[in-house]
């Protein structure tokens, strides 16, 4: 069989038939179903099984034991001693109470040059729970010498003639609430004590009783009302002066993010007429607290009362002092901070003082001053004020104060400098060695007086006052100290004739419990 092949074989497939369909889309359904549901409640009867209650041990708080009880005693040249006691009850939450005792004294080179400080203070502050009240006590006294005569020149001087003693013995009293009362009121009533005499026969009494009244408004706003006295009696053989004063002084405070302010006057009416004294102040925080420019203006009744004149030169005559005056201050200035450790301050005021106090050599008594006072004085004030601080290690400030006095017809302000700086220092070597430095300065200081009928004005020459100290914690309850004072030895006079004492020299002990 033979088969005869005629071309090669290729197999083909038909195209597919292909149905077009299209799908549709089905209309979205916008209706919404709202369900409906009717749930029974039903209550479970379920036992209730306290769990047991177990005691927790708190841990007593404990606090740090602190040294507040301590004895100072040293002794010096000029043969100068000195002694102070300290003693406290220690932290409590109950009451705080304690008692503080110093005497320091001595005598120079001149005759009579002798000087003696004494001093007493009781306290006891009991707390409740809303409230606390505090009661001080105490006296001081302080011995000075009118030596201030020409040692060249023979004088025949009896010693207790020449003797000048100040005495005082004050009380205080205060009642406040710790915590503000439901309404947000503070109060505070306190009344302050004293009665001062010399060895002559000069006294003084003085009682000052108040009442404070505050309210807080949103943590932001705050106002009060003050209301009180200040009651002043002065004697001296034949003469008597009375002051009265009734202070009545509302103020608001507000303090917001960037500034604060507070506004207020003190409407006090005398014995011979009414002042009206404003106190107004504004800070505002142009750089955070960095840069603080502040301004206001501020008035405070003059007190040229007894204790206050003979406190700042214990050489003056017994007077009467004057009614009480008035001081206003305008002032100025901008405050803040330098990184974390510089602080500054700088403040200008012009002070209007209704009789300044000036003190002038006695004509006839060479060992004794006069007081006189300036009328309607103008003050003129720059002060400054640098610091550095380093947590507790190290601590320096610096002030300066520059006063321009104008006064009737042109006269200097006699006894008053016109130029005082300080600078003082403290260095704390890991709580072991204590440095303390200071710097005094004073320009010179004008006096007038009469001398064989014939009008003198004199000039103190200023002075410059460097003192160390330092204090070696040998013990935790055991140090020893040694103070120099005057070290450049510098022979000036605060008031004219009265010299200093030169140079000091002062150790001693301290037992600390």
């Given at each position: 069989?033979?088969?005869?092949?005629?071309?090669?074989?290729?197999?083909?497939?038909?195209?597919?038939?292909?149905?077009?369909?299209?799908?549709?889309?089905?209309?979205?359904?916008?209706?919404?179903?709202?369900?409906?549901?009717?749930?029974?409640?039903?209550?479970?009867?379920?036992?209730?099984?306290?769990?047991?209650?177990?005691?927790?041990?708190?841990?007593?708080?404990?606090?740090?034991?602190?040294?507040?009880?301590?004895?100072?005693?040293?002794?010096?040249?000029?043969?100068?001693?000195?002694?102070?006691?300290?003693?406290?009850?220690?932290?409590?939450?109950?009451?705080?109470?304690?008692?503080?005792?110093?005497?320091?004294?001595?005598?120079?080179?001149?005759?009579?040059?002798?000087?003696?400080?004494?001093?007493?203070?009781?306290?006891?502050?009991?707390?409740?729970?809303?409230?606390?009240?505090?009661?001080?006590?105490?006296?001081?006294?302080?011995?000075?010498?009118?030596?201030?005569?020409?040692?060249?020149?023979?004088?025949?001087?009896?010693?207790?003639?020449?003797?000048?003693?100040?005495?005082?013995?004050?009380?205080?009293?205060?009642?406040?609430?710790?915590?503000?009362?439901?309404?947000?009121?503070?109060?505070?009533?306190?009344?302050?004590?004293?009665?001062?005499?010399?060895?002559?026969?000069?006294?003084?009494?003085?009682?000052?009783?108040?009442?404070?009244?505050?309210?807080?408004?949103?943590?932001?706003?705050?106002?009060?009302?003050?209301?009180?006295?200040?009651?002043?009696?002065?004697?001296?053989?034949?003469?008597?002066?009375?002051?009265?004063?009734?202070?009545?002084?509302?103020?608001?405070?507000?303090?917001?993010?960037?500034?604060?302010?507070?506004?207020?006057?003190?409407?006090?009416?005398?014995?011979?007429?009414?002042?009206?004294?404003?106190?107004?102040?504004?800070?505002?925080?142009?750089?955070?607290?960095?840069?603080?420019?502040?301004?206001?203006?501020?008035?405070?009744?003059?007190?040229?009362?007894?204790?206050?004149?003979?406190?700042?030169?214990?050489?003056?005559?017994?007077?009467?002092?004057?009614?009480?005056?008035?001081?206003?201050?305008?002032?100025?200035?901008?405050?803040?901070?330098?990184?974390?450790?510089?602080?500054?301050?700088?403040?200008?005021?012009?002070q209007i003082v209704d009789h300044l106090a000036l003190y002038?050599?006695?004509?006839?008594?060479?060992?004794?001053?006069?007081?006189?006072?300036?009328?309607?004085?103008n003050v003129f004030n720059v002060h400054g004020e640098l610091?550095?601080?380093?947590?507790?290690?190290?601590?320096?400030?610096?002030?300066?104060?520059?006063?321009?006095?104008?006064?009737?017809?042109?006269?200097?302000?006699?006894?008053?400098?016109?130029?005082?700086?300080?600078?003082?220092?403290?260095?704390?070597?890991?709580?072991?060695?204590?440095?303390?430095?200071?710097?005094y300065m004073a320009n010179k200081t004008p006096y007038h007086?009469?001398?064989?009928?014939?009008?003198?004005?004199?000039?103190?020459?200023?002075?410059?006052?460097?003192?160390?100290?330092?204090?070696?914690?040998?013990?935790?309850?055991?140090?020893?100290?040694?103070?120099?004072?005057?070290?450049?030895?510098?022979?000036?006079?605060?008031?004219?004739?009265?010299?200093?004492?030169?140079?000091?020299?002062?150790?001693?002990?301290?037992?600390?419990?």
């Open positions: 069989m033979s088969l005869d092949v005629v071309t090669d074989y290729k197999p083909l497939l038909a195209d597919a038939v292909k149905i077009d369909v299209s799908p549709k889309l089905i209309p979205a359904d916008s209706s919404k179903v709202v369900p409906s549901y009717n749930l029974q409640p039903k209550l479970l009867n379920l036992p209730f099984v306290p769990a047991d209650i177990h005691p927790v041990a708190m841990v007593k708080e404990t606090h740090e034991a602190t040294q507040d009880n301590y004895l100072k005693a040293g002794f010096g040249t000029q043969l100068s001693t000195f002694f102070s006691l300290n003693l406290n009850t220690g932290v409590s939450e109950k009451r705080d109470a304690g008692i503080f005792a110093m005497h320091h004294g001595g005598c120079g080179s001149l005759d009579y040059q002798n000087f003696s400080d004494n001093t007493i203070q009781t306290y006891y502050k009991k707390f409740f729970k809303k409230n606390a009240f505090n009661l001080k006590a105490g006296y001081d006294g302080t011995v000075r010498y009118f030596y201030g005569y020409d040692h060249n020149t023979l004088m025949d001087f009896v010693k207790k003639e020449l003797k000048q003693s100040f005495q005082n013995v004050n009380a205080s009293f205060e009642f406040a609430n710790t915590k503000a009362t439901k309404n947000n009121w503070a109060y505070n009533f306190s009344t302050d004590y004293y009665y001062y005499w010399n060895r002559t026969g000069g006294n003084e009494w003085h009682i000052a009783p108040g009442l404070l009244l505050g309210k807080t408004i949103n943590k932001m706003h705050n106002g009060s009302l003050y209301i009180g006295a200040d009651i002043n009696q002065y004697n001296e053989d034949s003469v008597s002066s009375f002051n009265s004063i009734i202070h009545i002084k509302p103020m608001y405070f507000i303090k917001q993010d960037k500034w604060s302010l507070h506004a207020g006057f003190d409407v006090t009416p005398t014995d011979s007429s009414v002042y009206f004294l404003p106190d107004i102040e504004a800070h505002y925080n142009l750089i955070g607290e960095y840069v603080v420019p502040f301004a206001g203006i501020r008035g405070e009744i003059n007190k040229n009362n007894f204790k206050t004149l003979s406190t700042e030169n214990p050489f003056m005559n017994d007077i009467s002092p004057i009614a009480y005056s008035s001081l206003i201050d305008i002032h100025g200035g901008i405050k803040g901070s330098v990184g974390n450790h510089f602080s500054f301050m700088i403040r200008i005021a012009d002038n050599p006695d004509t006839n008594f060479i060992t004794r001053y006069n007081v006189s006072f300036a009328e309607d004085a610091g550095y601080k380093e947590s507790e290690r190290l601590n320096i400030l610096l002030t300066g104060d520059y006063n321009t006095y104008t006064l009737d017809f042109g006269a200097p302000a006699f006894g008053l400098p016109t130029q005082k700086i300080s600078l003082k220092a403290e260095y704390n070597i890991q709580k072991k060695i204590l440095i303390n430095a200071s710097v007086f009469t001398v064989d009928s014939v009008d003198v004005t004199s000039y103190n020459k200023g002075y410059v006052d460097v003192n160390l100290g330092l204090i070696y914690n040998y013990k935790k309850n055991f140090a020893a100290f040694v103070q120099f004072n005057n070290i450049t030895a510098t022979a000036y006079n605060r008031w004219y004739n009265y010299p200093g004492y030169g140079f000091g020299l002062m150790g001693g002990l301290i037992l600390k419990f």
